[in-house]
T-cell receptor, first 112, second 117 residues
Framework: EPEVTQTPSHQVTQMGQEVILRCVPISNHLYFYWYRQILGQKVEFLVS????????KSEIFDDQFSVERPDGSNFTLKIRSTKLEDSAMYFC??????????FGQGTRLTVV | AQKVTQAQTEISVVEKEDVTLDCVYE???????LFWYKQPPSGELVFLIRRNSFDEQNEISGRYSWNFQKSTSSFNFTITASQVVDSAVYFCALSAYSGAGSYQLTFGKGTKLSVIP
């Protein structure tokens, strides 16, 4: 069964460092998403991506964040200068139609 | 705007008891999709069920059942004869047209279920 794959599963980084979280969506999907879940809280939408551009973003997704689909298979989330409050679980998701939502297993980011 | 409310923050039940997790949603769209996810302590989101707004038929899958009622904007989830392995956080989520075409998911705050042996 096809699945969304995220790497790494856990990343520890120092405050102020740049991090790139990687995702490989399901191959025939066209819509891609990043969500964030701060420990103990709900899952929050960050950004959606379609046709090689951002289609929607939340207020969380400020200038420190960027997304890219560099090679037609990977979908990345970059945080330019990490802050302590960026520590969270980051989920990638993809879909082919509105009734679906396939999530990766998540990347746990710890900023120290 | 979309909104999902899970009023129950935490529930504890004794093993083999039935438990119902409540979910109330808000949307102006006539076409939307509702989901339930399970998040075990390991952290991944495990898909449980999806319903679309045109299908109010309730569903049973093993020990799980779902009650979708558009009249009350509710999509409740019942676990029959609960087991310790059911202990997790359960999220209800709504996907509706956001205006930008992305059909992003809006999650509730989750209900933490603890099943005590």
């Amino acid at each position: 069964e096809p699945e969304v794959t995220q790497t790494p599963s856990h990343q520890v980084t120092q405050m102020g460092q740049e991090v790139i979280l990687r995702c490989v969506p399901i191959s025939n999907h066209l819509y891609f998403y990043w969500y964030r879940q701060i420990l103990g809280q709900k899952v929050e939408f960050l950004v959606s991506f379609y046709n090689n551009e951002i289609s929607e973003k939340s207020e969380i997704f400020d200038d420190q964040f960027s997304v890219e689909r560099p090679d037609g298979s990977n979908f990345t989330l970059k945080i330019r200068s990490t802050k302590l409050e960026d520590s969270a679980m980051y989920f990638c998701a993809s879909r082919a139609n509105p009734s679906e939502a396939f999530f990766g297993q998540g990347t746990r980011l710890t900023v120290v | 705007a979309q909104k999902v409310t899970q009023a129950q923050t935490e529930i504890s039940v004794v093993e083999k008891e039935d438990v119902t997790l409540d979910c109330v949603y808000e949307t102006r769209d006539t076409t939307y999709y509702l989901f339930w996810y399970k998040q075990p302590p390991s952290g991944e989101l495990v898909f449980l069920i999806r319903r679309n707004s045109f299908d109010e038929q309730n569903e049973i899958s093993g020990r799980y059942s779902w009650n979708f009622q558009k009249s009350t904007s509710s999509f409740n989830f019942t676990i029959t004869a609960s087991q310790v392995v059911d202990s997790a956080v359960y999220f209800c989520a709504l996907s509706a047209y956001s205006g930008a075409g992305s059909y992003q998911l809006t999650f509730g705050k989750g209900t933490k279920l603890s099943v005590i042996p």
